[in-house]
């Protein structure tokens, strides 16, 4: 018998970069911010939420709008 351990590195599994884009998109819609795919991958993807977020939002709780983000893109994600 085989035994192995498979972690998902978020895009193993299912290609959800078009869903992180949608959500980081509309949470910076509201203060003015464009945030295309390319904006997306060439900014953003593969960075850690507390620099994107201390960076996009300077003076502001980082870890309060990383929270928001993984909730609303849980959301979209839904149940499947």
Do not use: Q
């Not at 498979?6 to 078009?18: A, E, M, P």
């Not at 795919?37 to 201390?54: A, K, M, Q, S, W």
């Not at 502001?60 to 979209?76: F, I, N």
């Amino acid at each position: 018998m085989t035994t192995a351990l498979l972690l998902d590195l978020d895009g193993t599994l299912i290609d959800s970069d078009k869903l992180h884009a949608r959500v980081f998109a509309e949470l910076f819609e509201p203060r003015g911010v464009t945030i295309d795919f390319d904006y997306y991958r060439e900014n953003i993807h593969g960075r850690l939420y507390f620099d994107i977020f201390t960076d996009m939002c300077p003076g502001e709780v980082a870890p309060g709008w990383s929270d928001h983000k993984e909730a609303e893109y849980r959301t979209l994600l839904g149940a499947g």
